[in-house]
């Protein structure tokens, strides 16, 4: 059974930072891609940052591009997403997601919120 489990949002002051952690289970996470989503409120779910089985290669939304960073653990099973200097319009829920035969697998979410 393909589990997701995102933790590490919260409530953080523009100019911030926040680490988002998924931990996984039920598949070799090794051998796939993961990446991470958003969906603010009153808007379509977004792609915010891809990473390929390795790790050596990630991919980010222009809004994110040099302010967050992907890496993972293979022999954590885990995905992170650093985020730094973090504006208002970063408020979502994050999502933590992969891709396996043709079927999409999400987390649960764990919500970010960018306020002063």
């Known amino acids: 059974q393909v589990r997701l489990v995102e933790s590490g949002g919260g409530l953080v002051q523009p100019g911030g930072s926040l680490r988002l952690s998924c931990a996984t289970s039920g598949f070799t996470f090794s051998g796939h891609a993961l990446s991470w989503y958003r969906q603010a409120p009153g808007k379509e779910r977004e792609s915010v940052a891809a990473i390929t089985t390795a790790g050596d290669s990630t991919n980010y939304a222009d809004s994110v591009k040099g302010r967050f960073t992907l890496s993972r653990d293979n022999a954590k099973s885990t995905v992170y997403l650093q985020m730094n200097s973090l504006k208002p319009e970063d408020t979502a829920v994050y999502y933590c997601?992969?891709?396996?035969?043709?079927?999409?697998?999400w987390g649960q979410g764990t919500q970010v919120t960018v306020s002063s």
């Open positions: 997601s992969m891709l396996w035969v043709l079927k999409r697998y």
